[in-house]
């Protein structure tokens, strides 16, 4: 039996396939009595059992009948999501080389927590000693400086919420194949903090910077000695050094104790363990800029200094390994995000990519971060697809597959931003699928298993 109206769908319906209007939790709550619950009935607890746990008659509930754990000089998630992990994949070679995903599929709201962070490191995670870090600021400039991290803590800060995205993150996305992974070890490059510290535009005062430097080359202290080299036209624009991550300082694996953010490019301009920058006229022509971040298109031209993360999103919820258990309501959620400021619009469809219907997106919608979508959606228990698509403010919209490697060929490797599918089947079960009349098996893949970047 359907617990759900037919009269209520047909008046709530904004797109095919059971795709209800974005405002209609926010205006009419669940309106009990049109549907039953938005809990399975197998979970609803019956009033004779909710009597019992009310008069703690449960000799399950421990919790109600004794003294709860002491204080915690720092808290710890509960120990009943120790799943919520992020997934580690390495270089067997170079254990020090690899990344871990950020678990987005099992995460809510738009803040990424730190120790869900994801990693991008090329060698390991260096072990700073604050007191002997150093950054010196040189080159093109009237004076060159060195600053302490005390140095650095008695500047005036700002804090700037916005995303970090690797420019590799996704890549599994240019495989003749679809990926198998869930939704977070598939897009999980990406993450959403609130970073604290001080504007680069301020330091670059100091040093008093001359009219022939064009670029900044950062590096940072770990083992790779990594460099980036960034115009300076945005340096001066919006790039900070972060000392605080979501008001801590920031972890040792995301750049402790000071880093780059350059909002809205790659995640590798944002260098971790930052000790130096130098004012140059020309790029550095690092390893990340050459063998890496430099692509050949089909007209034969290879693109580089491709900085600008394109707008993107995903559905979170439902997504790749989730069941939906039977025919009912269910909310659909997931992130949009783009490097060239906000978010406009996200819409969603429930018949692969037919009809559209656009999502309520939450406040506050802030330039160059994680913004979250949401649309209730009325599963009919048939086989269905669906899909998300953002626009940015710049009226930017995320492509369909087919157009991106179209476009980009296949030997693309970074910035796949395409719109992502995800299959309803009958039972339920969720997974990633690309385009019905995409070529399956005349792509020959990549070869990217080993490298993030
Ligand atoms: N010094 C240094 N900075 C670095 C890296 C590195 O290996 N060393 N990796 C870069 C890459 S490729 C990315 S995507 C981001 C990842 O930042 P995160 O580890 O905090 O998520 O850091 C960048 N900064
Ligand atoms: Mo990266």
């Known amino acids: 039996m359907d617990r759900i109206n037919d009269r209520y769908l047909k008046e709530n319906q904004v797109a095919e396939n059971g795709l209800l209007d974005r405002r209609l939790f926010l205006k009419k709550g669940l309106q009990f009595g049109v549907i039953t619950s938005l809990a399975s009935t197998a979970s609803l607890v019956s009033a004779k059992e909710n009597d019992d746990v009310l008069k703690k008659k449960s000799s399950d509930l421990t919790w109600m009948h004794e003294p709860g754990m002491p204080f915690s000089t720092y808290g710890q998630p509960s120990k009943f999501e120790d799943n919520v992990l992020r997934y580690p994949s390495v270089n067997e070679a170079v254990p020090g080389n690899g990344v871990s995903w950020t678990p987005l599929h099992l995460m809510e709201g738009v803040i990424t927590a730190n120790g869900l962070h994801f990693e991008r490191h090329h060698n390991g995670v260096p072990q700073i000693n604050p007191k002997k870090h150093r950054l010196l600021i040189h080159g093109l400039v009237k004076k ?258 087919k157009k991106l490697v179209m476009e980009r060929g296949r030997q693309g490797f970074f910035h796949y931003n395409a719109i992502i599918n995800w299959r309803v089947d009958g039972d339920g079960f969720v997974s990633h699928v690309y385009d019905k009349d995409e070529t399956k098996k005349t792509d020959s893949d990549i070869s990217i298993d080993s490298d993030w970047d």
Not at 211 to 229: H, P, R, T, V, Y
Not at 269 to 284: A, D, M, Q
Not at 378 to 391: F, I, M
């Open 144 to 401: 060159d400086l060195i600053f302490t991290i005390d140095d650095l803590l008695r500047y005036p800060m700002q804090s700037k919420t916005c995303f970090i995205e690797c420019g590799g993150n996704s890549n599994a996305g240019w495989h003749s194949q679809p990926s198998m992974s869930e939704a977070g070890y598939f897009n999980g490059m990406a993450s959403c903090s609130e970073w604290t510290g001080i504007p680069l535009s301020v330091l670059l005062d100091e040093v008093g910077t001359s009219k022939k430097a064009k670029w900044l080359i950062a590096e940072g202290a770990d083992a790779f000695a990594m460099q980036a080299s960034i115009p300076i036209k945005k340096a001066l624009d919006d790039a900070f050094l972060a000392l605080y991550q979501n008001g801590e300082r920031i972890r040792p694996e995301n750049g402790y104790p000071v880093r780059l953010i350059v909002p809205g490019w790659e995640g590798v301009l944002n260098v971790k363990w930052l000790h130096r920058l130098k004012l140059t006229n020309r790029p550095v022509m690092a390893r990340n800029e050459t063998s890496r971040y430099t692509e050949l298109q089909p007209s034969g031209k290879a693109r580089m200094f491709t900085f600008v993360m394109e707008a993107k999103s995903l559905i979170t919820s439902p997504s790749a390994h989730m069941i939906l258990k039977q025919s009912d309501l269910y909310q659909i959620t997931g992130l949009a995000w783009s490097g060239r400021g906000k978010i406009k619009k996200v819409e969603v469809s429930a018949d692969d990519g037919n009809s559209w219907a656009e999502a309520e997106l939450q406040e506050p919608i802030l330039d160059r971060a994680f913004t979250r979508f949401r649309i209730p959606w009325h599963w009919n228990g048939k086989p269905a697809v669906l899909k998300s698509r953002a626009t940015d403010e710049t009226g930017y919209v995320q492509p369909e597959r």
